[in-house]
């Protein structure tokens, strides 16, 4: 009966993962210039490279990059439950109104404020249909 059998049976515990952290996250777009400029222009990120194969941005001082691949597909760098489209990366922001009121005054589109247990967060989408989550 292979419903009782535990695949990590005897298997060692790492006592640390030989990861550190999470170093970038790629993302689907379908104009690779233009997107690298609105990621840059409108989300405020360094670009560092921009190529026909990728661009690269910075966030913050952090470890953290983006990186834009271009793809005629339609694929997005989020996921759906229940048809119901959710984010699958998270910016942190410590002036959520005024971001909010930024990407509202570029045309981005942007859902409403939420509050949860004294938390603030919201949902955008890039130029490309790609949904994000901003919260502090």
């Known amino acids: 009966n292979m419903e009782h059998v535990n ?5 060692k515990r790492m006592s640390t993962s030989f990861i550190e952290q999470v170093h970038y996250n790629r993302i689907p777009v ?3 210039e233009l997107s690298a400029n609105w990621y840059r ?7 560092l ?4 194969e990728l661009a690269i941005l910075k966030i913050s001082d952090g470890p953290s990059l983006l990186i ?12 759906t439950v229940n048809g119901t489209q959710a ?13 909010h009121q930024h990407l509202t005054d570029h045309k981005v589109k ?13 949902h955008f989408h ?3 249909g790609n949904k994000f989550q901003v919260h502090w």
Do not use: C, R
């Open 68 to 79: 834009l691949v271009p793809t005629p597909d339609d694929t997005y760098a989020h996921f």
């Open 126 to 128: 890039d130029p490309n």
């Open 87 to 99: 984010f699958s990366i998270a910016f942190t922001s410590q002036d959520i109104p005024g971001f």
């Open 49 to 52: 490279a921009l190529n026909e």
């Open 30 to 32: 379908k104009d690779l």
């Open 41 to 47: 222009d409108t989300l405020g990120l360094q670009l």
């Open 7 to 11: 695949p990590f049976q005897g298997v």
């Open 110 to 122: 942007v859902d409403d404020i939420q509050h949860d247990d004294g938390h603030a967060y919201f």
